[in-house]
């Protein structure tokens, strides 16, 4: 899948499904914005890129500080001159507790990262490409519990609804400008975050696996695949989608 000489941004871009993206993307010749929170694990990404022969850069950035989606599309696009593609992925697990217990202070954080800190990005990325008249696309990070409920993760469920809301609306007000706009779901991917939470001890992680249909937990390169090719010309009719990466969860 070709990418070659595409500028793209990835948030989230130090761990996990950022950073399988980020070797998948430059991989396929774009050159990446590494935008994350973590700036010495970026650099480590962007080493990894670099030792394989792609290019990418590191550009911190926290996705829940206002204005700061904006001023980091400004910045790409004074070194760069425009922004062909994003990844909107940073996010954070939140609360693990029964919706009852969820302090306010935790539901306002994992809004502000999960779902406002994606809204940010979408409208200083699209702003963008309508000022170049060239098209782009842009896949944002939701997940399964975008499409379902898991227990104990309320505030996380409700912004990850939220991210496909906001993706259908934004691909269908910017279509005619040829700007995509999809989500993708993953579901149990091998990344911190999954060990962070699901993943934490060895009766967890048993007891998820076993309920996956096609019984593992995925790896984030499997996830860097799907957004590769939403960001390439291969999905040149593909806008709004919502699409479950979860190995058959979803289906059940
Ligand atoms: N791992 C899974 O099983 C799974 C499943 C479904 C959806 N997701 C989603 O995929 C995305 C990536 O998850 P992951 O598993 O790779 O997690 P991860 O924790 O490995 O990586 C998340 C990255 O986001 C960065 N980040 C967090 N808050 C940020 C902020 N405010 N601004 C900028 N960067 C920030 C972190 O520093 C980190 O590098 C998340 O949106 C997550 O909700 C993950």
Known sequence: MSLADKVILVTGGASGIG???VNRLAGDGAHIIVADTQVELSGEVVAEVQKAGGSAEVLELDVAEEGAAAAAVTAIVAEHGRLDGAFNNAGIVGPTTLLADIDMAEWARVLAVNLTGVFSC???????????????????????CGLIALPQAAAYNSAKHGVIGLTKSAALEYAPQNIRVNAVCPGFIDTPMFDQAAGATVETRNFVTGAIPMGRIAGPGEVADVVAWLLSEQSSYVTGVATPIDGGWTVQ
């Not at 098209?135 to 997940?143: D, K, M, P, R």
């Open 19 to 21: 950073r399988a993206t």
């Open 122 to 144: 979408v409208q200083a990325e699209i702003a963008q490409m309508i000022q170049q008249e060239s098209g782009g696309s842009i896949v944002n990070a939701s997940s399964i």
